[in-house]
């Protein structure tokens, strides 16, 4: 499926409706069916003993989603999420970005699922995994 935006578009669009978020994410790939983000780890993302925090790697992963769902279906702010499943696997490398790696596996009229791996740069070996899906509202 062909994208109905490119990455900066969708950046500005992130940072119109999550204001919060702004300067955290970058979008490295787009298309309609994959997302490649990146969080910009600082010291706020940090939890004791100098890992990213969990919160932090939920938020990736809860972002690349809305993003691999928006890709096809165009913007659409009302989207939300209604399940997520989370697995840690390794601790993140401190002073790194983490990379999240979506791939949309499902589209329907209401709901999408998303699956979404998370690296530390640089390396090959997930820190996380996350299946999440999406609810979206009906066409008006």
Known sequence: MQPKF???EMMEFLN???PQVRGDYAI?????ETVTMRLFTAD??????GTVSGPSMFALADITAYVATMAPIGKEALAVTTNISMDFMRKPEAGRDLIAKGTLLKLGR???VTDVLIYSEGTDKPVARASLTYSIPPSR
């Open 16 to 18: 119109e409706v999550f």
């Open 110 to 112: 209401a709901l999408a």
């Open 28 to 32: 490295d790939h787009l298309d309609g």
């Open 6 to 8: 490119t990455p900066s």
């Open 44 to 49: 706020h993302h940090l939890r004791p003993g």
